[in-house]
Every structure is written in C-alpha cells, then in structure tokens.
C-alpha cells in the first residue's frame, strides 16, 4: 500500500493554467483585475453581500479583529471569547491587538459551547470567534443568539467552511458580523494561499479595504484604470497591512470555486464510508456534525484511547493521519489558561484527523478502517 497522507491538494491543472496565462500575458499579476473577478464569483456562489480577497486566512482573522476594534472603539485589554481547540492564528490575532483571549470550552461537535461561553462574560468582553472546525456548524445558531442578547460581535473563523451551507440551502457566514475563509492548498478550495474577508456591513468592507493596502487610499488597480494625469496622487488614512490577494492567487480560485459543490460531495462520501465502516467500533468515537448544516467536510475527526500509540502504529500501515488541534492553551503563550476547557484539553489528548481528501479511494478507506479498528482492539488487550 502508498502512504495514504492526510491531505493531498488536486488542482485542475490545465484549466487552472489557462486562467494564470492570461494574467502573464496582460502583465498584472498583482491587486485588481482577477481579484475583483474572483471577488464577485465568491458573492455569487455564497450569497454574500461584501468579499474582500486577501493574502491568506490568516490576515483576514487579524483584520477582523483590528477593524472591529478601530471601528468600535475597543480598548487594549478588552476580551475576545475564543476557543483553544484550533490552529493558532485565531488566537494570535487577538493579541495583534492587544487584546485579551478567553478561552471557552467545546461541546461533542469540538466547536464553541455556548453555555461556557456565558460563563466567561465580563464587563470587557466585546465579541466571540467561533470556529467552524472541519466545516461543521455545531451549535453556532445558539452563539448568534448570545451575541445578538449581550451585543457583542461575532467573528466565524470560517477557514474549513467553504461549501458549508444550512439545510435551508444559505451559505454560512451571513449571520456573523465578519466571516473569514481560507483557500489554502489543502482546503476545500484550494489555491497556494489566500482567503476571503466577508463583513456584513458595506462601510467595513469598504473601509478594508485601505487597511489591506497599508492604508492607502486608492489601490494601484484603481490608479492605473484612472484618467488624467495625477493618478499617482493618494492619501495614506491609516497605519495598514499589505494584507490584499494577487491575481495569480485569484486565477486559481476562479477555476476551483467550480468545483467546490463536486468536490464537497465526494468529501461527504468518503466520510459517510468512514461512518460505515466504524460504526461497530465502540472504540472509536466518530464526532457528531450539527444536523442543521450540510457540511463542507474539511475534516473527519475521531476520539480514541492511547491516540499518540495509534498514530504511531497507523504510520507503520503507512497511513498518516493529523491532529486538528492541539489545546492551545499548552503552548507557552497561552498557558496561564491552561486547564480552564477541560472538554477541549480532553479532546486534544484523543483526536485524531483521518485522511480526507479528493484523491482517496474507496479502496483506502477500507484499509484505513480495518487497520485502524486492528489496533484500537490490539492496544485495548494491552
């Protein structure tokens, strides 16, 4: 058997190419041109009313967080709820500010639990982040409904969510304040990097939209489709980032994008094999989707016993699967909190991410289960 990876990217190469010549050809490869394409194309398929491109997922959670902070007049030291069951940046863009993180704990769905959540409410807490892991809802309706009783913002970490839409047939993201996706190579649509910044408020967008570009006032796209001549004439409004997308970037997306909804439903597939197959495994803890949502299916999680010696025996069978994600608060940066989301520290010594991904056979999920339930049995006898 070849090692079966957790996450091999597929590109639809030929097309994807023909798409990227073109911005050679016209010699832009930069802001503008396929990234206001791409832009527009992200509104059409997800019904979003604002899409701004930008340079990763990692830069629109930062820039959702400074401009909630500007715009509403936080302070330094005011806190953000959050979880400490996901990748860093989510939490690294609340210190960017000087802000707080308050770690809640997750529910059986590994996302956000509401009612930990309230128990965390102080006087300085200004918005909550939820993390939408492995394209999954959990109990975000109830989390809106919090937000909207305390008034407080709602930022969806919305990085494995792409293709992710609520039985009613909406996308998510709409209901957040700021929603943030990522295109990433290994995503659901993938590019080499970028992401997407989505505000529900038009003046947020359009304010954005300085602070991508280091707080310039007119992008290079605008003041090279301008007439006259002083074009190169702006004004720098704030202190910005070079946070905005490329059209390389954008030209990748454009061809993927088409095939998110396909490639969703094999991901869907292949987790419902997994379903199948583990069903009679009492060992295996498989992890419950909301049944609001029809998931985008980024990840296949399960909880087992002695997780680190399963994964070791597993990369003998020459399958490797991830981790999604270590308790965050076992870093050193965010340990004074560490053993404050018991539920997440728990989960985090027990989940593993089975390989998900759209080269993946029917074949290989049938030996990824049968070794996998082979060594749960093996090491329980132990």
């Keep these: ?6 996450f091999v990217p597929t590109f639809r190469v030929e097309e994807t190419l023909d798409q990227i010549r073109v911005c050679l050809e016209k010699g832009w490869t930069g802001l503008g041109y396929k990234t ?4 527009e194309a992200w509104k059409q398929y997800t019904g979003l009313p604002q899409a701004h491109f930008l340079s990763s997922a990692t ?13 509403d007049g936080w302070a ?6 959050t979880t400490p069951l996901t990748f860093v940046s989510t939490n690294h863009a609340i210190l960017y500010e000087e802000l707080t993180p308050v770690f809640a704990d997750v529910d059986e769905s590994l996302c956000l639990d509401p009612a930990s959540i309230e128990a965390r409410l102080s006087p300085r807490t200004r918005a909550v982040i939820f993390v939408g892991l492995g394209g999954n809802t959990g ?15 709602l930022i969806l970490d919305a990085a494995h969510m792409t293709g992710t839409r609520w039985l009613h047939g909406n996308h998510v993201g709409g209901e957040a304040d700021v929603s943030v996706f990522s295109f990433q190579a290994v995503k659901n649509l993938p590019t ?28 290079t796209y605008a003041r090279t489709a301008a007439q006259g001549s002083y074009k190169w004439y702006y004004d720098v409004e704030v202190e910005g980032f070079k946070y905005h997308g490329n059209s390389i970037m954008a030209a990748m997306g454009l061809v993927a994008i088409k095939y998110v909804d396909q490639d969703n439903a094999y991901r869907r597939q292949i987790a419902a094999w997994y379903d199948e197959y583990l069903a009679d495994e009492p060992r295996i803890v498989r992890i419950p989707m909301s049944a609001d949502c029809i998931p985008s299916r980024h990840l296949y999680q399960i909880e087992v016993d002695k997780r680190d010696e399963v994964m070791l025996a597993l990369n003998q069978a020459n399958i490797f699967p991830g981790v999604h994600y270590r308790d965050n608060t076992l870093y050193r940066m965010y340990h004074q909190a560490f053993g404050s989301c018991p539920r997440s520290h728990a989960a985090s010594e027990r989940i593993i991410s089975l390989p998900i991904h759209m080269r993946l056979t029917y074949q290989q999920v049938r030996y990824i289960t049968d070794q996998l339930k082979q060594i749960v049995r093996y090491l329980d006898r132990g």
């Design 192 to 219: 080499a990097d970028s992401g997407m910044i989505c505000f529900a408020d038009e003046k947020l967008d359009a304010e954005a939209r300085k602070w991508t570009w280091m707080g310039i006032n007119k992008d």
């Design 139 to 153: 109990r975000l309706r109830d989390v809106i409904a919090l937000c909207r009783k305390h008034n407080l913002r």
């Design 1 to 6: 058997m070849d090692p079966i990876q957790l």
């Design 36 to 39: 206001l394409e791409f832009e």
């Design 59 to 71: 830069a629109g959670l930062h820039l959702a967080v400074a401009m909630l902070k500007h715009t």
């Design 76 to 81: 330094d030291g005011d806190e953000v709820i």
